[in-house]
C-alpha cells in the first residue's frame, strides 16, 4: 500500500498543496527524501508563481496529481549536500527552475537539454524515480539531484531573480537558439506578462531592438520606459500591424490565451519565425498560404537544459536583469492566483517563503 505523503520519506516538509480542481491552496504536510550521495538541500526562501502554476492546481491540462505542492521558481540556501556534489556548498545560494531529473542517456540529455528527455521529470507533480511524488517550491526545504541545482550569483537578488529559473530561461533559450540574440536583429514580443516582460529585458540586453505586441494600449508607456522596448504594437490596431508587415526577424509568442496567430506571421520577414512559447488550451489557427509566402517558420520552445539555465542566470547577473515582482507572504497565495488569472500584476508573483510560510502553520 502506498503511504501517505508525510510518511514516504524521513524528512518532514512543510508547504502548500492544493487538493483537487477548485485549485485552492492550503497548508500540507509532507516529507522528502534524505540527501542522497548527488542531492542538494535547501532552505527555500523565495519561489515565484508561475502561470502554469495556476494551470496545474486547476487540472487545466488534465494531468494533475492532487495533493499538488507547485512552484517551479525557488530559490534558496544550501543547508546540506551528498557526499559526491562538487557544484555547490553550505550556504550557497542555489536555484531548483521545471525540472529535477531526466535519463541522462539519451541524445537530449547527452546535448545537455535535459528538457527534451522523454523521461524528463517535473519539479511538481511528476512521478520521481523512487515513484513517489515530486513537490514544488511552495514549500519550507527543497531537495534535488545536483545537476538541477542552480548556482546563482552573489548580486543577483534572490526574489526578482526567482523568476528567472522559469519565465527567464523560458524566452532566453529561443533568442538564443533561433538566431535572434543579437544586434542587427529585430525581436517581437508578444504580451507583455512574466515572461514578456523578462523576454524584453534579454533581447535588449543582446542588443537586439525590440516590439512589444500586446492587446493593451495600456503597457505602452511601460513598455517603452520601464523596460526599455523600442516600438510598441497594438495587436487590435488593424493600422498600426499593416504599417509593421514584414519588420521582424522573430516573434517569441508568450501568450497562454487562444489568440489569432495569422496577423504575427504577416509581421515577419521572409524566414522569419514565430516561436511559441506560451500554452494555450485550444488548437490555434494556422493557415498555410502565409508560411509559404516567404519560407517562414512556426516553431515551440519549453524552458531550457541545465546548462543554458546556468548560463541565462550568470547572463542575468551581469547584465542586470531580474523579473519585475511583487513579493507576497504565503498566505495570500490564493488571492495571488485569482489577480493572476485576470493578469492584475506587473509582472511576476513571488512567494517570501523563508519569512512567511512558518506562520502559516498551524
Ligand atoms: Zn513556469
Ligand atoms: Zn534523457
Redesign the pocket.
Known amino acids: 500500500m502506498a503511504k501517505a505523503p508525510e510518511q514516504e520519506h524521513p524528512v518532514k516538509a512543510f508547504g502548500w498543496a492544493a487538493r483537487d480542481t477548485s485549485g485552492h491552496l492550503s497548508p500540507f504536510n509532507f516529507s522528502r527524501r534524505s540527501t542522497g550521495d548527488e542531492d542538494v538541500r535547501f532552505k527555500v526562501l523565495y519561489c515565484?508563481i508561475?502561470?502554469?502554476?495556476l494551470h496545474n492546481i486547476k487540472n487545466e491540462w488534465g494531468i494533475s496529481l492532487y495533493p499538488m505542492v507547485p512552484g517551479?521558481?525557488i530559490v534558496g540556501e544550501v543547508t546540506e549536500v551528498g557526499s559526491k556534489v562538487s557544484k555547490v556548498k553550505e550556504g550557497d545560494k542555489v536555484g531548483v527552475?521545471?525540472m529535477v531529473g531526466a535519463c541522462h542517456a539519451c541524445e537530449s540529455c547527452n546535448s545537455n537539454l535535459e528538457n527534451y528527455c522523454p523521461k524528463m521529470i517535473l519539479t511538481y507533480g511528476s512521478i520521481y524515480a523512487d515513484r513517489t511524488v515530486t513537490y514544488g517550491g511552495y514549500s519550507d526545504t527543497m531537495v534535488a539531484n545536483e545537476r538541477y541545482i542552480v548556482r546563482f550569483p552573489e548580486n543577483l537578488p534572490l526574489d526578482a531573480g526567482a523568476p528567472l529559473?522559469?519565465?527567464g530561461i523560458?524566452v532566453y533559450s529561443p533568442l538564443k537558439y533561433f538566431g535572434l540574440a543579437e544586434p542587427g536583429k529585430h525581436v517581437g514580443i508578444v504580451g507583455l506578462g512574466?515572461l514578456g516582460h523578462v523576454g524584453v529585458k534579454f533581447a535588449k540586453a543582446f542588443g537586439a531592438k525590440v516590439t512589444v505586441i500586446s492587446t493593451s494600449p495600456s503597457k505602452k508607456d511601460e513598455a517603452l520606459k520601464q523596460l526599455g522596448a523600442d516600438s510598441f504594437l497594438v495587436s487590435r490596431d488593424p493600422q498600426q500591424m499593416q504599417a509593421a508587415i514584414g519588420t521582424l526577424d522573430g516573434i517569441i509568442d508568450t501568450v497562454s490565451a487562444a489568440h489569432p496567430i495569422v496577423p504575427l506571421l504577416g509581421l515577419l520577414k521572409p524566414h522569419g519565425k514565430l516561436i511559441l512559447v506560451g500554452v494555450p488550451e485550444k488548437p490555434l489557427d494556422l493557415h498555410v498560404f502565409p508560411l509559404i509566402m516567404g519560407r517562414k517558420s512556426v516553431a515551440g520552445s519549453g524552458?531550457g537544459g541545465m546548462k543554458e539555465t546556468q548560463e541565462m542566470i550568470d547572463f542575468a547577473a551581469k547584465h542586470n536583469i531580474t523579473a519585475d515582482v511583487e513579493v507576497i507572504s504565503m498566505d495570500y497565495v490564493n488571492t495571488a492566483m485569482e489577480r493572476l488569472a485576470k493578469n492584475d500584476v506587473r509582472y511576476r508573483f513571488v512567494i517570501d517563503v523563508g519569512n512567511t510560510l512558518a506562520a502559516s502553520k498551524d
Open positions: 515565484g508561475c502561470h502554469t502554476d517551479h521558481e527552475g521545471c529559473l522559469c519565465a523560458t512574466g524552458i
